[in-house]
């Protein structure tokens, strides 16, 4: 029915940046709020930023300064860009979205992403 799939998880050294994206495809009438939450190992999931479609956007503190959430509306698609990355930002990183599907126009519910693992290590 809806699919979101991550990508652009990998290794990568204290300080240096990725880009993650996610895609959502399937029988999508309207996407609402989007956004990227994190869970390391040990812990719960916890919010990272979302935006909503009105291009608003609210981070956690950990992310402030350091995160840029964005997304492309005619691809269904949303980023995060991360910089100036520490270890404490490993994690497996999941996509989330607010959709509205064919099937029931205009009632809007929460799809998940399988994630994506993000490692900061030297």
């Known amino acids: 029915q809806v699919q979101l799939v991550e990508s652009g998880g990998d290794l990568v050294q204290p300080g240096g940046s990725l880009r993650l994206s996610c895609a959502a495809s399937g029988s999508i009438f309207s996407i609402n709020d989007m956004g990227w939450y994190r869970q390391a190992p040990g812990k719960e999931r916890e919010l990272v930023a979302t935006?909503?479609?009105?291009?608003?956007?609210n981070y956690a503190d950990s992310a402030k300064g350091r995160f840029t959430i964005s997304r492309d509306n005619a691809k269904n698609t949303v980023y995060l860009q991360m910089n100036s990355l520490i270890p404490e930002d490993t994690a497996v990183y999941y996509c989330n979205a607010n959709i509205a599907t064919f099937l029931r126009l205009y009632y809007y519910e929460d799809f998940w992403g399988k994630g994506t693992l993000v490692t900061v290590s030297s």
């Open positions: 935006i909503s479609s009105g291009e608003r956007t």
